[in-house]
């Protein structure tokens, strides 16, 4: 499966898993970097993402999806605007017993994550093509996550049907979210802002949690 990969992608994975403090066994190891492989053989064809670079896939979408993994919050979480699966992908195959249903309204991007699915035996992701706004679940979800999705102020206006009554919302942004910080809707307050280091990458992220007074 990782054919199409460059030889120095393992070593490099396994130094930025160390940098975050992540342990993570062969098996899940093998299922990131088949992951990346898979990404780089459709995106040829489907444009999943303008990253072309597989090594530069495995710092953009693994290792930044990744440096959420000590502040994930919920057993049940919804990543909304995933794409091509991201963070939500990369999370699911980190942390095996939590259910994580990926949220997209692109028919290629669905039909990828799918594969993925089927391919690599991640039974605990569910790829869904719906728009946010007008899905409605049979269960709330503990936890929304997003990378790059929209304003702070649309994400909670877009999303908080999903959610729980003492779930959280977490907003994965790139330079300090603090020019967004509008009011928020009604009864939401940003609860903590979290700066993220990812691994071979100079760029700010940061992590904005968002939770609903009670």
């Known amino acids: 499966m990782i054919e ?100 997209d309204s692109n028919g290629k991007k669905v039909r990828f994550m799918n594969q993925v699915k089927m391919s690599l035996g991640i039974e605990n992701i569910f790829p869904i093509q719906h728009r946010v706004e007008s899905f409605q679940p049979d269960e709330l979800f503990d936890s929304v996550i997003s990378r790059a999705f ?25 330079v300090y979210p603090e020019p967004e910080q509008q009011p928020l809707p009604e009864q939401w307050q940003i609860e903590k802002v979290i700066e993220l280091k990812v691994p071979k990458l100079e760029e700010q992220r940061h992590l904005v949690n968002i939770r609903k007074l009670i």
Do not use: C
């Open 150 to 174: 929209t304003s702070l102020k649309q994400m909670v206006g877009m999303t908080e049907h999903l959610v729980s009554n003492n779930g959280l919302m977490q907003a994965m942004k790139g």
């Open 4 to 103: 199409n990969l460059p030889k120095s992608s393992s070593k490099l994975l396994d130094e930025g898993l160390a940098e975050l403090e992540l342990s993570v066994n062969g098996n899940q190891k093998q299922l990131l970097l088949n992951y990346i492989a898979l990404l780089v053989k459709w995106n040829k064809a489907f444009n999943l993402t303008a990253i072309r670079d597989p090594e530069m896939m495995i710092v953009r979408h693994l290792l930044d999806s990744l440096s959420v993994s000590a502040y994930l919050l919920g057993n049940k979480v919804i990543d909304v605007g995933t794409g091509p699966g991201i963070p939500g992908i990369p999370l699911a195959i980190i942390f095996p017993k939590r259910i994580f249903t990926l949220m």
